[in-house]
Nanobody, 121 residues
Framework: QVQLVESGGGSVQPGGSLRLSCAAS????????MGWYRQAPGKQRDLVAS???????NYADSVKGRFTISRDSAKNTVYLQMNSLKPEDTAIYYC???????????????WGKGTLVTVSS
């Protein structure tokens, strides 16, 4: 199994920055992609950014140029650097890990519990 623990959420004013962290533990050898999703009130959970084991990244159009996803393999941790934050970025941000094999309690995807990001003046 894989366990994901997020940190770094909080409240910030528009234009500010935050860095989210997601530490993975357990059967991390089976992970092929990690990413961040977010869900705002009344909306579906959408992909924000992802990164593969090979280092390829993908971003939602709404965050391109403002957010950067990265990883530290030695620490089994992925990060989401969020700059120029806007009120519409307010959401619960969830860490996600996709596996190449079935994992107990996860299936093919593991999720963190989420961390709240609030952007307001």
């Amino acid at each position: 199994q894989v366990q994901l623990v997020e940190s770094g959420g909080g409240s910030v004013q528009p234009g500010g920055s935050l860095r989210l962290s997601c530490a993975a533990s357990g059967s991390i050898f089976s992970i092929n992609t990690m990413g961040w999703y977010r869900q705002a009130p009344g909306k579906q959970r959408d992909l924000v950014a992802s990164i593969t084991t090979g280092g390829s990244t993908n971003y939602a159009d709404s965050v391109k140029g403002r957010f950067t996803i990265s990883r530290d393999s030695a620490k089994n941790t992925v990060y989401l650097q969020m700059n120029s934050l806007k009120p519409e970025d307010t959401a619960i941000y969830y860490c996600n890990a996709k596996s190449d094999r079935w994992l107990p309690r996860c299936g093919m995807n593991c999720w963190g519990k989420g961390t709240l990001v609030t952007v307001s003046s």
